[in-house]
Nanobody, 114 residues
Framework: QVQLVESGGGLVQPGGSLRLSCAASGINFGIHNMGWYRQVPGKQRELVARVTVSGFTNYGDAVKGRFTISRDNTKNTVYLQMNSLKPEDTAVYYC????????WGQGTQVTVSS
């Protein structure tokens, strides 16, 4: 049974940083390309960053140069380091496979506000 548990969100001022974590269980983590998604009310969930099984990364234009995705296959965990945060980064953040599993975690709320 797939389980994805996100953590690390919170309230931060513009220009601040946060590091999100996502612990995965019930899957063979090392064979999946993983991603971080975000969703704001009334909008579709969007993929903002992804990391392949070999560690190759790419990013959406809105976060490129500010966010860094990484993974630790020994811990079945994927991370998102978010720097230079902007109010428009406010969203609930989720992790999942790049071709998403039907199961999603609860997400972690990130609020960027002064």
């Amino acid at each position: 049974q797939v389980q994805l548990v996100e953590s690390g969100g919170g309230l931060v001022q513009p220009g601040g940083s946060l590091r999100l974590s996502c612990a995965a269980s019930g899957i063979n983590f090392g064979i999946h390309n993983m991603g971080w998604y975000r969703q704001v009310p009334g909008k579709q969930r969007e993929l903002v960053a992804r990391v392949t099984v070999s560690g190759f990364t790419n990013y959406g234009d809105a976060v490129k140069g500010r966010f860094t995705i990484s993974r630790d296959n020994t811990k079945n965990t994927v991370y998102l380091q978010m720097n230079s945060l902007k109010p428009e980064d406010t969203a609930v953040y989720y992790c999942n496979r790049v071709n998403p599993f039907s199961t999603w975690g609860q997400g972690t709320q990130v609020t960027v506000s002064s």
